[in-house]
C-alpha cells in the first residue's frame, strides 16, 4: 500500500513498496484510510526498508490553492449560520407584550405574586442576549479564519510543480537586491541589511535546488 511521507515543510511524497516511473498513475492512502489518485513525478529518494519515495500531484488538481478555496466557503458558510442563529436569538429574546412591559421600568417586586415571572422575564432576555452574542462573535471568527485562508488561495510552495520557476525569479531578485547592497548601488537601511540579503539568496537556493529535485 502506497502511504505519505512528510518530505520538508508543506511537502508529503509517496511512500511506495513498488518502483514506478514518471508519470504513473498511483492510489496514495491517507492516515484515515482515504485513497487518492495521484501521478508520480520525481524519486526524491529511498529508506532503509526497502520503500520508495515520490514526489506527486493529485490527479484531480487538489492543492493547497484548492484547498484554500474550499477553507474559504466553509467558513464564510459557518458565519451566515452563526449570524442567522445570532439574528434569531436577538428577535426572539422576548414577545411584543413582554419588551412593553420591560421599557415601563417596573422593579421587581419582591413577595408579590408577580416577581417569579418577573425574574423569569428577565433571565430570559438575558439568554436570548447573551446567545446573541456568542454567535456574532463566532461569526466574527469565522469570517477573521476566511480572510487568511482567501490569502492562501494564490500561495505557491514547494509542495506545488510551479514552485521551480517561482523560487527562481524570486532568487533572481534577491540576488540583485544582494549585489546591490554590496556594490553600493542601493542604500543599506541598518548594519545587517546586507547579512539578511545574503541569507536570503542562500535560502532561495537551497529552495530553487529543492524545488528541481522535487519536479524537475
Not at 500500500?1 to 516511473?21: D, G, I, L, R
Request: net charge positive; hydrophobic share 25%.
Amino acid at each position: 500500500m502506497n502511504t505519505y511521507k512528510k518530505y520538508c515543510p508543506n511537502v508529503y511524497v509517496a511512500k511506495c513498496p513498488e518502483e514506478h516511473s514518471k508519470g504513473d498513475t498511483i492510489i496514495v492512502t491517507t492516515k484515515y484510510g482515504k485513497e487518492n489518485e495521484s501521478i508520480v513525478h520525481n524519486l526524491v529518494g529511498t529508506d532503509n526498508d526497502g520503500n520508495y519515495h515520490y514526489s506527486i500531484t493529485r490527479s484531480d488538481g487538489f492543492n493547497i490553492q484548492e484547498r484554500a478555496k474550499k477553507k474559504v466557503e466553509q467558513l464564510n458558510g459557518y458565519a451566515e449560520n452563526a449570524d442567522k442563529r445570532s439574528n434569531e436569538a436577538y428577535e426572539t429574546r422576548a414577545t411584543k407584550t413582554e419588551l412593553d412591559f420591560m421599557r415601563l421600568g417596573e422593579p421587581i417586586k419582591v413577595g408579590h405574586h408577580s416577581e417569579k415571572r418577573h425574574r423569569k422575564l428577565f433571565e430570559k432576555y438575558d439568554n436570548k442576549m447573551r446567545k446573541s452574542h456568542e454567535e456574532k462573535e463566532k461569526a466574527d471568527t469565522y469570517r477573521s479564519r476566511a480572510e487568511y485562508w482567501k490569502e492562501m488561495e494564490n500561495v505557491i510552495n514547494l509542495s506545488m510543480p510551479e514552485s521551480i520557476r517561482f523560487y527562481k525569479e524570486q532568487l533572481e531578485e534577491a540576488t540583485e537586491h544582494h549585489k546591490g547592497l554590496r556594490d553600493g548601488t542601493l542604500k543599506r537601511e541598518h548594519s545587517f541589511s546586507l547579512t539578511y540579503a545574503k541569507k536570503r539568496v542562500n535560502e532561495l537556493r537551497k529552495k530553487v535546488d529543492l524545488a528541481i529535485k522535487l519536479w524537475g
